[in-house]
T-cell receptor
Framework: DAKTTQPTSMDCAEGRAANLPCNHSTISGNEYVYWYRQIHSQGPQYIIHGLKNNETNEMASLIITEDRKSSTLILPHATLRDTAVYYCIVRLPFYSGGGADGLTFGKGTHLIIQP | NAGVTQTPKFQVLKTGQSMTLQCAQDMNHEYMSWYRQDPGMGLRLIHYSVGAGITDQGEVPNGYNVSRSTTEDFPLRLLSAAPSQTSVYFC??????????????FGPGTRLTVL
């Protein structure tokens, strides 16, 4: 069973905030939430990760609900270069048995930024 | 910093041939890993390493060997290539802090075709 559920695709206007939801209702207490994206045929690119607090970096913000069963990635001012497939992943810490548990990408959300 | 580099970018092999995919990083990352990505699919972890001299198997290790003699290099060897190993191979590296994976940096990938 997939650990995360994401919409298949989303559109967003250039310059607006893109809000990408992710459902991870079976997340365990010590699993982190990671977001990566992949632009066609390139290597995946890390965006952000968090455990339970909201996080922000120069690329995006991550909002995790209090019960940790869902999260939202926010790209504050989307540009055409943000068109990509976005993956939400939950993952155990390495020393909690997450060593052989690689980055498991599901189907992801294909985000299309419209000019 | 060059980040994570991979060579070659493209390779065509005949069934039964062997080859080594090279991966190097100049960020002094202790954690390195190899993934394969088949068309329309997510990543699958092949092997990983948490430091020089330490390697372990991921989800799909059969047919592949790795070694880690230095912090910088993590080559992946295909022992006897098979058509099922046709894929895009990504190398990634990151630090580990308090047992948590930090930002993983991915290389540009090697596109391998086995005839």
């Amino acid at each position: 069973d997939a650990k995360t559920t994401q919409p298949t695709s989303m559109d967003c206007a250039e310059g607006r905030a893109a809000n990408l939801p992710c459902n991870h209702s079976t997340i365990s207490g010590n699993e982190y939430v990671y977001w990566y994206r992949q632009i066609h045929s390139q290597g995946p690119q890390y965006i952000i990760h968090g455990l339970k607090n909201n996080e922000t970096n120069e690329m995006a913000s991550l909002i995790i609900t209090e019960d940790r069963k869902s999260s939202t990635l926010i790209l504050p001012h989307a540009t055409l270069r943000d068109t990509a497939v976005y993956y939400c992943i939950v993952r155990l810490p390495f020393y909690s048995g997450g060593g052989a548990d690689g980055l498991t990408f599901g189907k992801g959300t294909h985000l299309i930024i419209q000019p | 910093n060059a980040g994570v580099t991979q060579t070659p970018k493209f390779q065509v092999l005949k069934t039964g041939q062997s080859m080594t995919l090279q991966c190097a990083q100049d960020m002094n990352h202790e954690y390195m890993s190899w993934y394969r990505q088949d068309p329309g699919m997510g990543l699958r972890l092949i092997h990983y390493s948490v430091g020089a001299g330490i390697t372990d198997q991921g989800e799909v290790p059969n047919g592949y060997n790795v070694s880690r003699s230095t912090t910088e290099d993590f080559p992946l060897r295909l022992l006897s290539a098979a058509p099922s190993q046709t894929s895009v191979y990504f190398c990634a590296s990151s630090t580990l802090s308090r047992g948590t994976y930090n930002e993983q940096f991915f290389g540009p990938g090697t596109r391998l075709t086995v005839l």
